[in-house]
């Protein structure tokens, strides 16, 4: 039934949408294509930038894979919380802890131990178009404590002018999804891996930029 | 499926036996480069291959077009333009952040045009972006209220849709034109004979720059384009524009001019890009990938070419 949902979601409506309406590309996305848990951490402008990477998926990858999103926003209401659990397969972080409550990192730290992957935003919040802000820690924490897992570097281009953060009205521009290959964390402290994280993307970014010069 | 195959087409000896030339020369082209490219392996031989590989893509979307019932093809050109619409605006550097809105206006306008040459409104599908989304496009971005810089969103917009909707439209209206007695190839004839001779104009100035091309014709936009190149390719356009006149009513003397007409037109859109793309530094207009994008790359030539070679036949014998 979860897997019809999704399946249907992301396969069927969001993955034609994107390509022909929109004009999302993807670059390299055979990357994608793994067979345990992965991290993929990319950039983030929009909404679309979750869709794109989730309708980008091989079939036997998206149940096992899951975006992950801020309580406070996606989980409002008792209809949010249904489309995001049962439709875009989300996990639901809670940015104000209470007493008793697992940490956002143990939490996540169970879904990659049960074998699943997630889709990561280390700068948390959407920003200004086509910004790259500051990184939050807990891509460091969670590959600090599973320095086996590998991720995914992605960089995104154009997501920011297709849907921007605060508008409702979707205008269709091209846009790209670099993705790089997977790799394993060379460093050691949270900190440090947060910055070898972020220096991955920036990579994506020169690599795209580099693509489409003259 | 008789439906959707639009009934004329077998009948239809002069259609047929072009697009059996068309698949002739591809398939020429692509044994060609493939042994080509077993004997000199390089960088030259698998760009022409890639270029041939793009060639099959444009080829099999055209002949589609005419073989199948007249509303899919519309549709099919629509969303060409659409997607030549969208490249157009993503790499425009004149385009402000606050014209997003405006630019859904632009695409609205793509299923009214088409819509317009699907009916067959002549004289709407005509004024309708040069005349009325010219004005249309100014009123909104004013109405918006963002002034500064308004300047060049109002001449940048309407141009954008002129070179992806208006021009790629009459390929579409082809479809739409009236039976002519005693000339049966009709509007498909004519979609293939300026879509052929405008691909087979770039290729021919391509390969006689290639093998003759010394003095530099337009430098500082495309360093690749040579006289030697132009002159080739025209004259050889006009011979190929000469034998298959069997797609159109022209005679010997009008299919030639048709010839030279496209020739020029597809010189002039082919170098409006080139420079778009150098103002830009881009290489490719969104070939990131080969099989992705780069619509722009595929139709600049028929941009101009089209929309040339159509009120040329229209005046002759449609008026």
Not at chain 1, 142 to 150: D, E, G, M, N, S
Not at chain 2, 272 to 288: F, Y
Request: with cysteine.
């Amino acid at each position: 039934m979860k897997w019809l949902l999704i399946v249907f979601y992301y396969k069927l409506l969001m993955r034609p949408f994107l390509s022909i309406l929109v004009g999302v590309k993807l670059v390299n996305s055979e990357n994608l294509r793994q067979s345990g848990p992965v991290i993929i951490v990319s950039n983030h402008n929009s909404h679309l930038d979750t869709m794109s990477l989730m309708a980008a998926l091989p079939f036997n990858q998206l149940l096992r894979t899951h975006p992950v999103a801020a309580a406070d926003y996606f989980g409002g209401s008792w209809l949010k919380r249904f489309i995001s659990r049962w439709v875009l397969n989300a996990i639901l972080i809670k940015r104000t802890r209470e007493a008793g409550d697992l940490s956002p990192t143990d939490q996540l730290i169970q879904f990659i131990d049960k074998g699943h992957s997630l889709i990561l935003f280390p700068e948390g919040s959407r920003g200004e178009p086509e910004q790259i802000q500051s990184f939050q820690k807990g891509i460091g924490a969670i590959l600090h404590r599973r320095p086996q897992v590998p991720y995914i570097p992605v960089f995104m281009s154009g997501m920011g002018r297709i849907l921007p953060k605060g508008e409702k009205l979707l205008v269709p521009f091209d846009a790209y999804v670099v993705v790089g290959n997977s790799r394993i964390v060379q460093r050691e402290g949270v900190l440090e891996i947060v910055d070898e994280v972020k220096q991955a993307i920036l990579v994506q970014r020169d690599q795209y930029n580099q693509l489409n010069k003259l | 499926m008789n439906y959707f195959l639009s009934n004329r087409f077998i009948e239809n000896n002069e259609v047929l036996s072009i697009i059996l030339v068309i698949l002739g020369i591809l398939i020429f082209a692509t044994v060609l480069f493939f042994i080509m490219g077993r004997i000199y392996p390089g960088d030259k031989v698998r760009e022409l291959q890639q270029r041939t590989k793009s060639w099959w893509v444009m080829a099999s979307v055209f002949i589609l077009a005419t073989v199948v019932h007249p509303a899919i093809s519309f549709v099919a050109f629509g969303l060409l333009s659409f997607a030549g619409l969208r490249e157009l605006a993503s790499i425009s550097k004149n385009i402000r952040p606050e014209d997003r809105k405006v630019i859904i206006w632009c695409y609205l306008a793509i299923p009214v045009q088409y819509f317009l040459a699907y009916m067959g409104y002549f004289n709407l599908f005509m004024i309708f972006i040069p005349v009325i989304m010219f004005i249309w496009i100014p009123f909104v971005l004013v109405v918006r209220g963002f002034t500064v810089e308004i300047g060049k969103s109002m001449s940048v917009l309407p141009v954008q849709l002129m070179f992806t909707v208006f021009s790629i439209s009459h390929l579409a209206y082809f479809l739409s034109l009236p039976e002519l007695t005693g000339f049966h190839a009709g509007g498909r004839g004519l979609l293939l004979y300026v879509v052929f001779l405008t691909e087979m104009n770039d290729v021919f100035q391509f390969t006689w720059g290639k093998l003759l091309g010394r003095h530099k014709i337009i430098e500082k936009i495309s360093p690749n384009k040579t006289w030697e190149g132009f002159v080739g390719g025209f004259l050889t356009t006009l011979v190929v524009a000469y034998f298959i006149r069997f797609l159109t009513p022209f005679t010997a003397i009008e299919s030639l001019f048709a010839g030279a007409i496209i020739a020029f037109g597809g010189f002039i859109g082919d170098v409006i890009v080139s420079a778009i793309k150098r103002d830009i530094g881009l290489k490719d207009t969104g070939n990131l990938i080969p099989g992705h994008g780069g619509i722009l790359d595929r139709i600049d030539s028929l941009a101009i070419a089209a929309p040339s070679f159509f009120y040329l036949v229209y005046n002759l014998y449609y008026a």
